[in-house]
């Protein structure tokens, strides 16, 4: 079973700032499989990432995934006030076919 | 444009079985390129998915969970729905539903339900 670990759990910065959350896994994961989730309180998660770096549809480009192997990273150019939230990362796999969350970042105002 | 609305009891007696369904609009269930899946959140913490089935049947479940779920699915009322048994507190969560976009490349979840709160309590 393919573990999940996201960090820092906390992330605490201005809008206008970089921010950069990772996701690592306890073993390969495949790229393709990879992908990022946006959740706001009381709203239900939206995909923003999928295979490790393609933005979902109307998602603005300050949104970045990368990564591959054991090590993930979403970035955020330049956090908007919109975008205070927790982020997930999710990973599919085949073998048997199953899906599996990280614990989750969240991205709060200092 | 395709949209999920989870319906179902909010309230289910511990031992008792929780059933929730799944109603697609906007678009067909029967499409080969979609599976159908189960996410569920408590009060506070992260996101766990539940299971997924494709319009056929063929339905694939967590581990975790495997014992205690069923999902199905019904064409005709392009809904698809899970059954949950012998629920505690420990299933108290809100439970989505959501749209899996599978591609030769690609597995994720692009269009969820808004969810519905399930509280397991006496």
């Known amino acids: 079973e393919i573990v999940l670990t996201q960090s820092p759990g906390t992330l605490s910065l201005s809008p206008g700032e970089r921010a950069t959350l990772s996701c690592r896994a306890s073993q390969s994961v495949s790229s393709s499989y990879l992908a990022w989730y946006q959740q706001k309180p009381g709203q239900a998660p939206r995909l923003l990432i999928y295979?490790?770096?393609s933005r979902a549809t109307g998602i603005p480009d300050r949104f970045s995934g990368s990564g591959s192997g054991t090590d993930f990273t979403l970035t955020i150019s330049r956090l908007e006030p919109e975008d205070f939230a927790v982020y997930y990362c999710?990973?599919?796999?085949?073998?048997?076919?199953?899906?599996?969350f990280g614990p989750g970042t969240k991205v709060d105002i200092k | 444009q395709l949209q999920l609305q989870e319906s179902g009891p909010g309230l289910v007696k511990p031992s008792e079985t929780l059933s929730l369904t799944c109603t697609v609009s906007?678009?067909?269930?029967?499409?080969?390129?979609?599976?159908w899946g189960w996410i569920r959140q408590p009060p506070g913490k992260g996101l766990e998915w539940i299971g997924s089935?494709?319009?056929?049947?063929?339905?694939y479940y967590n581990p975790s969970l495997k014992s205690r779920v069923t999902i199905s699915v019904d064409t005709s009322k392009n809904q698809f729905s899970l059954k949950l048994r012998s629920v505690t507190a420990a299933d108290t969560a809100v439970y989505y539903c959501?749209?899996?976009?599978?591609?030769?490349?690609?597995?994720?979840?692009?269009?969820w339900g808004k969810g519905t709160t399930v509280t397991v309590s006496s």
């Open positions: 295979g490790a770096s």
């Open positions: 089935i494709y319009y056929s049947g063929s339905a």
């Open positions: 999710q990973q599919y796999g085949s073998s048997p076919p199953r899906f599996t």
């Open positions: 959501a749209k899996i976009h599978i591609t030769m490349i690609y597995d994720y979840m692009d269009v």
């Open positions: 906007g678009g067909s269930i029967s499409s080969s390129s979609y599976y």
